[in-house]
């Protein structure tokens, strides 16, 4: 008989704004010696 | 990215204690800000790309919000009313800040002179 895993707890999702905000919300990327690439 | 970090201190390893870089100019929320004339941003699903037609930089802003922040910055006194408006809330808006200092850094972002 296979066996079920139904008793796992799903944990609560975390708010995505708040996941957001403890990282950066910028990120610079620098695109020098992309050549050929723009 | 390398030479934006190494940039953050002097050349004898003293960090530097002031908010201006050589690139940007200090971000102050309570000044008048606007998006750069020579940034086109294009929305993208995590927030939006920006890009500074001078400097060549590319930056992801990965927050519909920021984005909401960056495109009412001409429409409002102050960064600081701009993310009022916006609806950054108190426990945000650290990040936030530090968010449009990065871009003022980067000249994403510049000082108003007509308010």
């Known amino acids: 008989m296979p066996e079920t ?29 992309m050549c050929g690439v723009y | 990215m ?12 003293t960090p530097v204690t002031t908010a201006v870089s050589p690139a940007g100019v200090a971000f102050d929320p309570a ?23 001078g400097n060549r930089k590319l930056s992801f802003l990965k927050s519909k919000t920021l984005v909401a922040v960056v495109e009412a910055l001409a429409e409002h006194p102050s960064a600081s009313a ?18 449009l200092a990065d871009l003022a850094r980067s000249q994403m972002i510049e000082r108003r002179t007509d308010a």
Do not use: M, N
């Open chain 1, 5 to 33: 895993h139904t008793d796992v707890d799903a944990a609560p999702a975390p708010a995505a704004e708040e996941t957001l905000v403890e990282e950066s919300l910028v990120e610079e990327v620098s695109i020098d010696g």
């Open chain 2, 2 to 13: 390398r030479r934006l970090l190494s940039d953050a201190g002097s050349d004898d390893g």
């Open chain 2, 31 to 53: 000044g008048p800000w606007q998006r750069a004339r020579s940034v086109a941003l294009r929305p993208e699903p995590f927030g939006a790309l920006v890009y500074h037609f």
């Open chain 2, 82 to 99: 701009t993310l009022v408006a916006c609806g950054v809330t108190e426990a945000q808006r650290p990040a936030y800040e530090k968010a």
